[in-house]
C-alpha cells in the first residue's frame, strides 16, 4: 500500500516510511514534499515538519504563501504547548474582560500541580463570563463553549502569525472551512466577525494540546475525542476539539458555522 492507502487506515508510522521510500525515488517531487511536511505536522516533528516545508517552497514558489502561513502556525503551536503548561500566557484578542485573567492563572496552578486553586479560579472565570447565545449549524443554544474546560469560554485562534484566546462575547460569528488537506486536521481554516464587525482570517487548532504526543493514530488525526480528569471537575482533552452547548456537543471540523446573538 502506498502512503496514502495506509493514512486512511491509521497506519501513521507506516504512511511516514512509504512516504519517505516514495520520496528517496522522486525527491525533486514537490507534492510529495508538501504530503510529508503535513504527516510531520500530524505526528508533531514540527522541526522536521518546517525543514520540507521550505524545501517545498523552494521547489516552487508556489508554495511560498503556504510556506509562510504554516510556518508561523507551527510557532504557534510551540508557544501554545507553553501555554498550557502554565509556562505562558496567551494573548487575548481586544480588550482582556475581567475573568480571562482568572482562567489564565487558573492554567498557571494546575501546570504546577496547584489543582484546587486552578479549579478555584476557573469557577471564578465561568461564573463570571456571560453565556453566548446564537446557533451553531442552525441549531439554537442559550450558552456556547469550549468543552474542555481548561479554554470554556475562549476561542483558541491563530491571526496574522499570532496565537490568542477570543473571548467568545467578542464574536459575532466563526465560519469553519469544510476539511480538504492532512493540515486541517491540525489547524482548521476559519474566517471570523467580530462584535464591530472587524473580520479575520484565522487558524483553529484542531487538536488539543499534547495531542502529538500520543500513541493513537486517530486521536493524532483528529478522528475522534478522548477525555482525562486528572483531578476532579477539571476535564482536558485529546484529539478533535469539541464545542458544546446547552443542547449538545459538536465535533470542530464536522462544524460550519456559528452565529452569536447579540448581547443586549
Known sequence: MDAEELLQQGQLDEA????????RKEPSNVKLRVFLFQLLCVTGEWERALSQLDVAADMDSLNLPMAQTYRQAIQCELFRKEVFNGARSPLIFGDPPEWA????????HAGNGEYSQSETLRNQAFESAPGSAGSIDGQPFEWIADADNRVGPMLEAIINGRYYWIPMQRLKEVGIEPPEDLRDMVWAPAHLTFENEGQAVALIPSRYPSTENESDAMLKLARKTEWHEPYPGLYSGLG??????DQDEYPLLGTRQIVFRAQE
Not at 478533535?240 to 452547548?245: D, I, K, L, N
Open 16 to 23: 511516514l516510511q512509504a512516504l519517505q521510500q516514495a520520496i
Open 101 to 108: 485573567a482568572f482562567l489564565i492563572e487558573a492554567l498557571k
Open 240 to 245: 478533535q476539539r469539541m464545542f458544546t452547548t
